[in-house]
């Protein structure tokens, strides 16, 4: 049980007197007006020739008997060790090594989750009773409440970047969690009855999620080089629920961004932040005072309210954000600028 608040009524320090009372005394905490403004939190960059040995390493430390999933979450330092599920603010962030014959079982939480494979085949996610499988590049959904495993009958190790909005969902005390085994789960129609854009069967409408689980990676790369380049020469598609052509989940956002061109990106800032993946190529970005020198597979946040601007390295570079863009923006909390 918490303290009652004790009037003390012979305190005769007003310090002392509010504290013991539960109360601040607002006009000593902010300096000049308007608030408090967003905390710049520095941009964080987790190489993959750094993060790679230790998947390996993971796996010869950690059977699956003993890890429910073979994480490892990408931890920002700006945020404490203590607060480990946050890549950034609102984002976590995480890499998954299963190899053959392994299996993660199923469960379901209330947090969503989003699968961007980096590396391996013979894979499969299993999101309510559909098949997903897991081919380097593909973008795989598990939206909140859905029961998920992950199983790998083909060979070689398989990793993928998990992301999910844990800080978020912690933030708001709203984690639920159910082991598996899977059940009365609602039969969504195959991922093929989305094949092509502009066609949808009609029930689809009623998803609080995207019905489809699964975007390929050959057909986003096809569609990403279709599509026609800004000003600045870089080229942008979000990933949408086909039924709302809204966010795929409820709170993450998804992004490509291709970089085709060697001058920079206009600079940007936004209130909203992201977890990036380099699916091909090199490059650099700078984020606030920072600049990030990033190679394929690597791995970088883009925090709220910094300049941001992407240069790629001569060969181009595709990049794959998972974002909180939309939560803020369904809160009246989207501020964007470009330069
Ligand atoms: C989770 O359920 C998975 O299902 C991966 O693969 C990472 C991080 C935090 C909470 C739940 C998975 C997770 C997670």
């Known amino acids: 049980m918490k303290k009652k608040p004790e009037v003390r009524a012979g305190a005769n320090d007003f310090h002392t007197a509010i504290e013991d009372a539960h109360v601040v005394a607002l006009w000593e905490m902010f300096g000049g007006e308007g608030g408090p403004q967003p905390s710049p939190e520095p941009a964080f960059h987790w190489p993959w020739r750094v993060i790679e040995p230790l998947m390996?390493?993971?796996?010869?430390?950690?059977?699956?008997?003993?890890?429910?999933?073979?994480?490892?979450?990408?931890?920002?330092?700006?945020?404490g060790r203590d607060d480990y599920f946050r890549a950034t603010t609102n984002l976590n962030a995480g890499l998954q090594i299963l190899m053959p014959g392994e299996r993660a079982r199923p469960h379901r939480h209330s947090m969503d989750a989003l699968r961007f494979?980096?590396?391996?085949?013979?894979?499969?996610?299993?999101?309510?009773?559909?098949?997903?499988?897991?081919?380097?590049g593909d973008l795989i959904l598990t939206p909140?409440?859905?029961?998920?495993?992950?199983?790998?009958?083909?060979?070689?190790?398989?990793?993928?970047?998990?992301?999910?909005?844990?800080?978020?969902?912690?933030?708001?005390?709203?984690?639920?969690?159910?082991?598996?085994?899977?059940k009365d789960f609602p039969v969504l129609p195959a991922d093929s009855a989305y094949t092509m854009a502009g066609?949808?069967?009609?029930?689809?409408?009623?998803t609080a999620y995207s019905p489809l689980f699964r975007y390929p990676w050959t057909q986003a790369r096809e569609a990403l080089m279709a599509t026609p380049p800004?000003?600045?020469?870089?080229?942008?598609?979000?990933?949408?629920n086909p039924a709302t052509g809204g966010p795929v989940l409820a709170r993450l956002d998804c992004y490509l961004l291709g970089l085709d061109h060697g001058k920079?990106?206009?600079?940007?800032?936004?209130?909203?932040?992201?977890v990036c993946?380099?699916?091909?190529?090199?490059?650099?970005?700078?984020?606030?005072?920072?600049?990030?020198?990033?190679?394929?597979?690597?791995?970088?946040?883009?925090?709220?309210?910094?300049?941001?601007?992407?240069?790629?390295?001569?060969?181009g570079a595709k990049i794959f954000r998972s974002t909180d863009r939309d939560v803020m923006r369904r809160l009246e909390l989207l501020r964007e600028e470009q330069e």
């Open 56 to 79: 390996d390493r993971a796996v010869s430390e950690t059977g699956m008997d003993d890890a429910e999933r073979r994480v490892l979450s990408l931890a920002n330092p700006a945020h």
């Open 117 to 136: 494979v980096i590396e391996g085949k013979g894979a499969a996610t299993i999101v309510d009773g559909k098949r997903c499988e897991m081919e380097p």
């Open 144 to 182: 909140a409440w859905t029961w998920h495993e992950h199983v790998h009958d083909g060979e070689g190790r398989v990793i993928w970047l998990d992301s999910l909005d844990v800080p978020l969902v912690q933030d708001m005390d709203a984690t639920f969690f159910e082991p598996g085994p899977a």
């Open 199 to 206: 066609l949808i069967p009609p029930d689809s409408i009623a």
């Open 230 to 240: 800004g000003e600045d020469g870089s080229r942008v598609l979000r990933y949408v």
């Open 264 to 274: 920079p990106t206009r600079r940007y800032r936004s209130t909203s932040n992201a």
């Open 277 to 315: 993946f380099v699916v091909e190529g090199s490059g650099s970005s700078t984020v606030g005072d920072e600049t990030i020198d990033w190679e394929t597979n690597d791995i970088f946040t883009l925090p709220h309210w910094s300049w941001i601007s992407h240069t790629p390295g001569p060969d």
